[in-house]
């Protein structure tokens, strides 16, 4: 198997089916209602597909599913894809509105949804397509026992998966991928895991419709391994799983990690089976790495790079103790560019833009081919096209990337540059300061000023804050005002929400 996974193309149904059968009885997925050997999900992969081409799902068409990750969620992804379509998780924290377009911009014709969503949304939630609740009609609804879809055995180039993209505002895009990123990516690190003896026993804890998730789920598969999946996450159940089915392998966002680190109960479970932790899509501060590193067993892994692709970066953050504060380096294969303002280089050492390319590039935004052009820098030399990463960074003199913001959060007060980045590690060097997220405001006197949120974990005077961090702060980039909340607003996976920041900052009354 492990030469088949080195291949620079393969087939997913022929590492699924070889797994089924060289080890029918071995575990494959697994949740709080019960778990599927690798036959019997093999089996009901099989009548789901087969159900999907009667019920006339066409090659190259989406299946919509909507809901809680669980086993029969994942069954459904998978067949999506072996019945010749094309798996489309939505987004559950989406409004009612974002999910129509979405349902309606994937093309589907049958949507797999929990009873809990379909109740939230309503019985005429997007009428034109089949509806298949997941957790009640599912087993009714496949094709009987024994039944077999015809084989289809796509192109590269023939979408994989579509995953909407995790915009506030109106109707996310439709990241579209390939077979071949989807081999690239998954294919290649389940050969890792099979290359080291890793026994892969997985927990995936972020929802099915993230991107975050795949290298868990799909990788994990293609290994041969054992997914344990959640559906909600849950600091004390998430150790009983890992302790109980004697986890290996994980994939958390940072805010997942803070808060086992902050879990009174932590050092009560065995986690001595974990050996590879992965992080991605946030943030993640050098001093949670540094606790992560110190608590848990295992290596831990950074990944940086887009679900449209581009540059991945990669953190040993156990191999690199002293680059804790940077996202690694590229990945072999990968290619980065720090690029300023009026489109020049930079050198190593000057903060720019980040645009980046590898062999695991989407092949565009559904139905938006505008926007897939505005996400893309075309090299005006060689007419090769790179992915924006949206990033400010640096490259260190060992070629290790540190991030300094979000281009789109870069504030410009006066003419100067600032970056959120820089401001938010002065916020968090005062005591009592758990959280810390700066953004820029309209003002009058300097067409952008910096605002910045904390968390506390004691009262704590705001003003005194503001005037000890801005006495370190230069002129240019000193902060108008701080605000004191509860929470810091988050994504389902734990991304920082800064344009509701931005309404709390109106809220409270802009600076001068």
């Known amino acids: 198997m492990l030469e088949t996974l080195s291949a620079p193309f393969g087939s997913y149904r022929t590492i699924l089916d070889g797994w089924a059968r060289q080890q029918p009885d071995h575990p494959a997925l697994r949740d709080d209602n019960g778990k599927l050997s690798w036959q019997e999900m093999m089996e009901r992969v099989d009548r789901i597909a087969a159900q999907l081409q009667a019920k006339g799902l066409e090659r190259g068409q989406s299946v919509a599913i909507l809901g809680t990750s669980t086993v029969n969620y994942a ?24 999910l129509d377009g979405m349902a309606k911009d994937s093309g589907a ?20 397509l089949e509806h298949i609740v997941l957790d009640e009609e599912l087993d009714s609804w496949m094709a009987p026992a024994g039944a077999q879809p015809a084989l289809i055995e796509p192109t590269g180039d023939e979408p994989f998966n579509i995953i909407y993209s995790s915009g506030t505002t109106g109707i996310p895009k439709g990241i579209v991928h390939s077979h071949t990123m989807r081999w690239r990516q998954f294919a290649a690190t389940a050969a890792s895991f099979l290359a080291t003896g890793l026994e892969v026993r997985s927990l995936t804890s972020t929802p ?78 050098a001093e949670l790495k540094a606790q992560v590193l110190k608590r848990m067993p295992g290596g831990l892994i950074e990944i940086y790079s887009m679900t449209e692709g581009g540059v991945v970066c990669l953190l040993y953050a156990h191999e690199h103790p002293t680059k804790l504060h940077t996202v690694g380096q590229p990945a072999p294969g990968s290619e980065l560019k720090v690029m300023g303002e009026d489109g020049q280089l930079l050198p190593p050492g000057e903060a720019g833009e980040l645009i980046g390319r590898g062999p695991a590039m989407m092949s565009g935004y559904k139905n938006q081919p505008g926007k897939t052009s505005e996400a893309q820098w075309i090299d005006p030399e060689t007419g090769e096209w790179w992915m924006r990463m949206g990033d400010i960074g640096r490259v260190d003199e060992d070629g290790f990337v540190e991030l300094v913001g979000r281009a ?11 970056y959120p980045v820089d401001l938010e590690n002065e916020l968090l060097k005062e005591d009592g300061v758990v959280e810390a997220a700066v953004i820029g405001v309209p003002s009058k006197a300097w067409g952008e000023t910096p605002v ?18 801005n006495a370190r702060l230069g002129k240019t980039q000193r902060l108008s005002a701080l605000h004191a909340i509860d929470e810091m607003p988050r994504s389902h996976i734990g991304k920082l929400l800064k344009t509701e920041l931005r309404s709390e900052a109106e809220t409270r009354g802009l600076p001068d």
């Open 75 to 98: 069954l459904v992804f998978l067949a999506a894809v072996l019945a010749g379509g094309v798996a489309a998780p939505l987004t559950t924290s989406a409004s009612p509105e974002q």
């Open 109 to 128: 014709r049958h949507l797999f949804v929990d009873r809990a969503k379909l109740t939230e949304l309503g019985e005429g939630f997007v009428p034109d």
């Open 208 to 285: 099915l419709y993230s991107n975050t998730t795949m290298v868990a789920f799909l990788s994990a598969l293609l290994a041969g391994g054992t997914v344990s999946i959640m559906g909600k996450f849950n600091t004390v159940r998430w150790l009983e799983i890992a302790q109980r089915d004697r986890i290996t392998l994980t994939m958390l966002v940072p805010v997942q990690y803070q808060r086992l680190m902050d879990e009174p109960a932590f050092d009560d479970f065995d986690l001595s089976n974990l050996q590879i932790k992965y992080c991605t899509s946030a943030p993640f501060s």
């Open 408 to 418: 789109k959060d870069m504030i410009i007060s006066g003419g100067f540059n600032i």
């Open 452 to 469: 910045g949120f904390v968390t506390l974990n004691a009262p704590k005077d705001t003003a005194d804050i503001l005037g000890t961090v």
